[in-house]
């Protein structure tokens, strides 16, 4: 089966570090994405990962581990506006297809 | 750039009703999608189209849903008729080509439709 696995809430304070783990199980796999949601809002694109190992852009990082389905998106300084739910998605590969598989989400508060 | 156009933005109808959900996706992107967003079950793909031809529609809950391309800058997504339980908020999304050995692309999402079926 195809299932992907996130946190469904975390809270982290303002400045701080937080990462956001994703697990994986699809039948194909060709590459990852994270997307940031506010609320009321639609998906907005953060990363892809398709090789192992970290890609940085701003204070915002994600890693890959192919061989464990693992995945996580890191995020700097954090401010009040990074609070939102982090959507972890998987390209399947199965034959001709190629759609996405989502995660429910992960909902971030992040506190003064 | 205009983005991905959804209309309407918001869809109060009664059961039994039809319903149309329209998308302009951005211009020049050869791939479309139709998610549906609930709480409880996240963001599920429903269909998508390369070139205007639906390629994985196993996701349309059931004959009531239909989805059309009859052009690059146009869809349509219709409920016919509308349940309670079809009560969600709906996302286009559109991107470059999406097959088999091309890079993967980011999706863009448009601003959603807002449907409640009382």
């Known amino acids: 089966g195809q299932n992907i696995d996130q946190p469904t809430e975390m809270t982290a304070t303002e400045g701080a570090i937080v990462q956001i783990n994703c697990t994986y199980q699809?039948?194909?796999?060709?590459?990852l994405f994270w997307y940031q949601q506010h609320a009321g809002e639609a998906p907005t694109f953060l990363s892809y990962?398709?090789l192992d190992g970290l890609e940085e852009k701003g204070r915002f990082s994600s890693f890959l581990s192919r061989s464990k389905g693992y995945s996580y998106l890191l995020l700097k300084e954090l401010q009040m506006k990074d609070s939102a739910s982090y959507l972890c998605?998987?390209?399947?590969?199965?034959?001709?297809?190629?759609?996405?598989?989502w995660g429910l989400g992960t909902s971030l508060a992040v506190n003064p | 750039d205009a983005g991905v156009i959804q209309s309407p933005r918001h869809e109060v109808t009664e059961m039994g009703q039809e319903v149309t959900l329209r998308c302009k996706p951005i211009?020049?992107?050869?791939?479309l999608f139709w998610y549906r967003q609930t709480m409880m079950r996240g963001l599920e793909l429903l269909i998508y189209?390369?070139?205007?031809?639906?390629?994985?529609d196993s996701g349309m809950p059931e004959d009531r849903f239909s989805a059309k391309m009859p052009n690059a800058s146009f869809s349509t997504l219709k409920i016919q008729p509308s349940e309670p339980r079809d009560s969600a908020v709906y996302f286009c999304?559109?991107?470059?080509?999406?097959?088999?050995?091309?890079?993967?692309?980011?999706?863009?999402f448009g601003p959603g439709t807002r449907l409640t079926v009382t």
């Open positions: 999304a559109s991107s470059p080509i999406f097959f088999p050995g091309s890079r993967a692309y980011e999706q863009y």
């Open positions: 211009s020049g992107h050869n791939s």
């Open positions: 189209f390369n070139n205007n031809v639906p390629i994985d």
């Open positions: 699809t039948s194909g796999f060709n590459g």
């Open positions: 990962n398709v």
């Open positions: 998605a998987v390209r399947d590969k199965t034959g001709n297809n190629r759609k996405l598989i």
